[in-house]
């Protein structure tokens, strides 16, 4: 008789019971240690590392910042005031002209010949008139003496004054064509830079051709328009009212390099109502030949000083539903939300109006992590760049002289 044999018992589902059971014990303690560390982070326990910066009194200087367009004064197309072959050209593609040079030559022979027969004319006119004087001389003569009609002295009365208006029609002839022959010798009307050549010598131009000869544009001196919101007018208005040639200052596209100095010209008359705002005109001298026209640059107003001024770094402001404040750190490293008033702009800073006095220690860095009343630990973030900088510098492997040349006497002799 054989014995049944005993079944071996299942274990699997105690021990995946047992798996479950220390990962939820894990998981809760992890969640519940989590949440203490909140809430410490939320008592101020844990400090929260920030950068800071004090509040300072200075004499802050303001300026309006804006991107404007660089304009020529002048922007010429020259023309040539009468028809003739391009026989000469005085001038190389984009040279400096003085107003009043020779910039090209027109073919001069048939303006000569126009006033070579206008001269002719009014010489045969002259000789007529002289005789028809010495005529009316003597008939007067005549006429005191009766000899001759009172009549005969009128004609010859109305016969000069016919002359002397042909004679006056001949010179008028005479100064037409020699301003035609002024005409075939083509000058700079204003000074500046010339652009490219529109016509080559050899071809015929006409007064009436739209491309011209050449394009002047004016360089020195040179206007920058720029736009500044409808915000800052008044602040431009009133410093405008203290200092009618306020100071301008034109800087590069990167706004690291000033290209030139120049003065307040003119404001427009009335604000862009589409996009808010109103343009306006500064003189540059532009000695240096750095502004360019249709050029973009920076620039930067120059509105005075404000004296005794509390400046605080613009980053530190923020903005919320209590409006601009800033973060404070107080003598228990403690944050508080302080309300201000800021003023103008000063460069990086912001003037503040109210709400601040100097000496008090704002946050710059680590601000969007605070909230009222978070404990916090102010750290040098500048100090920590450098000492990063200065160890990883400090970490590279430096090669010593000549260590070339010994690894291959190792290698050479390792190979023998």
Known sequence: MSTPTSAKPNRLPLIIAAVAVLGGGWWWHQHSQSAKEAAANAKGGAPMAVGVATARTMDAPLQLNALGTVNSTYTVTVHSRVDGQLEKVHFEEGQLVKQGQLLAELDPRPYLAALTQAQGQLLRDQALLQNAQLDLARYRQLLGQNSIAKQQVDTQEALVKQYQGTVKLDQGAVDNAKLQLDYSRIIAPVGGRVGLRQVDPGNIVHASD??????????????????????????????????????????????????????????????????????????????????????????NLQLGVRKDAVVVPTVAVQLGKVGNYVYTVGADSTVSISKIKVGPASGDNTIIEQGLQAGQQVVI????????????????????????????????????????????????????
């Open 210 to 299: 739209a491309n011209g000869v050449v394009i002047i544009t004016q360089t020195q001196p040179i206007n920058v328009v720029f736009a500044i919101p409808e915000v800052s007018l008044s602040q431009v208005l009133q410093a405008a009212a203290n200092d009618k040639r306020l100071s301008v200052e034109a800087w590069d596209r990167d706004n690291r390099h000033k290209l030139a100095d120049g003065k307040l010209l003119a404001m427009d008359n009335q604000l862009n109502t589409s996009t808010g705002t109103i343009n306006i005109k500064a003189k540059f001298a532009n000695e240096k030949q750095q502004l360019f026209p249709n050029q973009f640059v920076n620039v």
């Open 365 to 416: 860095d680590g601000v969007d992590k605070l909230r009222n009343g978070a404990k916090v630990k102010v750290i040098d973030r500048a100090a920590q760049t450098r000492e990063a900088a200065a160890a990883a510098s400090e970490s590279k492997p430096h090669r010593k002289h000549g260590a070339t040349g010994d690894w291959g006497k190792r290698h050479a002799s390792a190979a023998n």
